[in-house]
């Protein structure tokens, strides 16, 4: 695609990447939930990601799908009450959406499969219901510009200006480091083309490319985004990096995942998925507006019969563990 193409694409994403954000008043209503209470809290979203990010390496899935599942986690989150022993239904069923939006289907795995290697506790049922509420309540906007979309069309604008092949910048870098910065709620404030751009002028700094430096600055001046905001950006990013690229904070590993197991875990986790009752219908019903700032709606049960069929706790195994030890230092 040449240099044209590009930026008219970026023009038409900077137009609709506002349609996509998640509510703002939500996210702040999110990060003043206390961890013990019954909601979803800041610390929860971070490690329901983190969650994700392992599944979706596990499965072989491509970071579109798990950038997605994260921007429609956030997006249903900042507008509903969720009660806490819901959320792993929840995300799980944002990645199983996110996946049958963006990966091929014969690399598609089952919804069985994704229940059991999560090894979260409810049923297939369970899982198509929770999707279909998840797309009515999204207006069925299942596709969404992410930060991400804008990262491969920085990426691809740098590559077309720069004749250099010296100083080339590592697409699977960035993205690991967008990865990284989702992981936390503070980056699902900022705007996709914001956090994209902050990511991509600190691996030019890293670089020490002027011809880089050059064209990531005519991008923001025509992207019109202030020195201010991106200065903001550009600081927590580079804070979040500098923890992730730590010796305590190691990367994981981008290959396929292989789980082994014996066969006695392996019968354990089948004869444990299999004992799972169905959830009953869950209730929704709109949540006062003199109640929330934000008139979220209420996702709640009165069924306390879920209180631990929902929902496992921070330490589950499949996430990066040395990146939520850092985040806890925190």
Known sequence: MDAFKLIKELKSNLELEAQYLPRETGLHLIESTQENGNGVSAKSRDTRVEDLWSLTSFFGYSTQTFVLAVNLLDRFL???????????????????????????????S???????????????????????????????????????????????????????????????KLEA?????????????????????????????????????????RLQIHLKISKSDLGRWRSLVGQCIREYSSPECAKPDHKRLVWIVSRRTAQNLHSSYCSVPELPTIPEGVWDESESEDSSEDLSSGE?????????????????????CCARRQ
């Open 78 to 108: 900042a507008m509903m009450k969720v009660q806490h022993k819901y959320l792993a239904c929840i995300s799980i069923s944002c990645l199983h959406i996110a996946a049958r939006v963006t990966e091929e289907e014969c690399n598609l």
């Open 110 to 172: 089952s919804s069985h499969e994704l229940i059991r290697i999560s090894q979260c506790k409810f049923t297939v049922s369970d899982l198509n219901r929770m999707e279909k509420i998840i797309s009515e309540k999204l207006n069925f906007q299942l596709r969404a510009v992410t930060a991400l979309t804008f990262l491969h069309l920085y990426h691809a604008i740098a590559l077309s200006h720069t004749s250099s092949r010296k100083n080339v910048l590592n697409l699977d």
């Open 177 to 217: 480091q967008l990865k990284a910065c989702l992981c936390r709620i503070v980056f699902s404030k900022a705007k996709p083309s914001v956090l994209a751009l902050s990511l991509l002028m600190l691996e030019i700094e890293a670089l020490q490319s002027a011809d880089l430096r050059e064209i990531a600055c």
């Open 304 to 324: 306390e019969s879920l209180s631990s069929s929902l929902g496992s706790d921070a330490e589950g195994p499949y996430f990066p563990p040395n990146f939520r």
